[in-house]
């Protein structure tokens, strides 16, 4: 009893190494409930592993994205609709028309064109481009309405 008195330096150290060797449990303690708070994640994926099946992209990608696509081409816009081979393809061949644009107009006057004449005519292009794919739009809008107008005809004539 008066041996702890005369070594307080033994009891600190007493102390110290009691504390050392509980923290490391309790913190085991502590990570292992964290991990089953969160079954539910290692549920999923356990079964996705079971199965087999990779989660496909559609479903890696979610719902909003999928959504915003939908609108995107229910307002026309044929962009969502092409493969990303078909937009390189019609990039490459707009800039082949560009370049043979400004080749032949470099052509015509015999000399090079300057910066403020090359944007003009970069300009010219792209609006030309525009003006033909509003165009290639509007043709397919009316052949649509043309389709279905005479599909109502048939339906017509078929019920009558």
């Known amino acids: 009893m008066f041996s702890i008195n005369r070594h307080p330096r033994a009891l600190s150290f007493v102390f110290i190494l009691a504390i050392l060797l509980v923290l490391p449990v309790q913190f085991a303690d502590a990570a292992k409930k964290r991990s089953q708070n969160n079954a539910r994640a290692k549920k999923e994926t356990k079964a996705r592993a079971e199965k087999g099946k990779k989660a496909s992209a559609r479903d890696r990608r979610g719902k909003s994205r999928r959504e915003l696509e939908a609108r995107g081409s229910r307002r026309g816009g044929s962009k969502a609709r ?12 707009s800039a082949r028309e560009q370049a043979a644009s400004i080749k032949a107009l470099e052509r015509r006057l015999h000399r090079p064109l300057n910066k403020r004449e090359r944007a003009a005519e970069m300009r010219r292009q792209r609006s030309s481009r ?31």
């Open 82 to 93: 092409l493969s990303k081979r078909e937009l390189k393809r019609d990039r490459q061949q």
């Open 130 to 160: 525009r003006r033909e794919i509003l165009e290639a739009r509007r043709r397919a809008e009316a052949a649509r309405r043309a389709a279905i107008a005479q599909s109502a005809v048939q339906h017509v004539v078929s019920v009558a």
